[in-house]
């Protein structure tokens, strides 16, 4: 089975601490994502990653970058937290681009930033 | 860019009934792959089932099914004999052939509620 692994089920951040959510997947998947999930809004694309040292925006980067040194790893880093950066995060990872492979989820982070 | 709607946030059915989620997906593109993804409260995302845009015939995982329109742009999942663990929040998503990397796209998901 694929297993998708995230640092942390809960965090809690101050305003303006630099915040690093990992994920590591066990499957060698090239393909690897980061995702908020707020309510109403659905899951929301940050930034994902097509290979390693390869990174491309999603739809809401501002605020966020990504590092993925090794291919099973792929970091979300908060440069200076932020309140309205309270949410779930959720990191994915998938097969290559071309087949109608299934993204696979990790558990979530739930960041609260007081 | 590709657009993905779900328009009922909510949803109930009685444990045994059967419902269908509705989802619509606006692109361009001819080839593309469609998915339904099932959250669990406080657990994983997972794959509930896949349909491929070239298939005709619609996808059928045991008791979930997919009644995929394409020229409606129109994909809905239908749960028969529904069961308390099918309660959850049910994503549909939409990926085409040539995005990069395999990028979805995600609907803001229906809730489901199973009543015993």
């Known amino acids: 089975d694929v297993k998708v692994t995230q640092s942390s089920r809960y965090l809690v951040k101050r305003t303006g601490e630099k915040v690093f959510l990992e994920c590591v997947q066990d499957m060698d998947h090239e393909n690897m994502f980061w995702y908020r999930q707020d309510p109403g809004l659905g899951l929301r694309l940050i930034y994902f990653?097509?290979?390693?040292?390869?990174?491309e925006k999603g739809d809401i980067p501002e605020g966020y970058s990504v590092s993925r040194e090794k291919k099973e790893r792929f970091s979300l880093i908060l440069e200076s937290a932020s309140t309205n950066q309270t949410s779930m995060y959720l990191c994915?990872?998938?097969?290559?681009?071309?087949?109608?492979?299934?993204?696979?989820f990790g558990p979530g982070t739930r960041l609260t930033v007081t | 860019a590709q657009t993905v709607t779900q328009s009922q946030p909510e949803m109930s059915v009685q444990e045994a009934e059967t419902v269908t989620l509705s989802c619509t997906y606006d692109?361009?593109?001819?080839?593309?792959?469609l998915f339904w993804y099932k959250q669990p409260p406080s657990r994983q995302m997972i794959l509930v089932i896949r349909?491929?845009?070239?298939?005709?015939q619609n996808a059928t995982e045991n008791r979930f099914s997919v009644n995929f329109q394409k020229a409606a742009k129109s994909f809905s999942l239908k749960i028969s004999d529904s069961q308390l663990g099918d309660a959850a929040m049910y994503f549909c998503a939409y990926r085409t052939e040539n995005t990069n990397a395999g990028k979805s796209t995600f609907g803001d998901g229906t809730t489901l509620t199973v009543k015993p």
């Open positions: 692109t361009s593109e001819s080839d593309y792959y």
């Open positions: 990653s097509y290979d390693v040292k390869m990174k």
């Open positions: 994915a990872s998938s097969l290559w681009a071309g087949r109608s492979y299934e993204q696979y």
């Open positions: 349909q491929e845009a070239y298939k005709q």
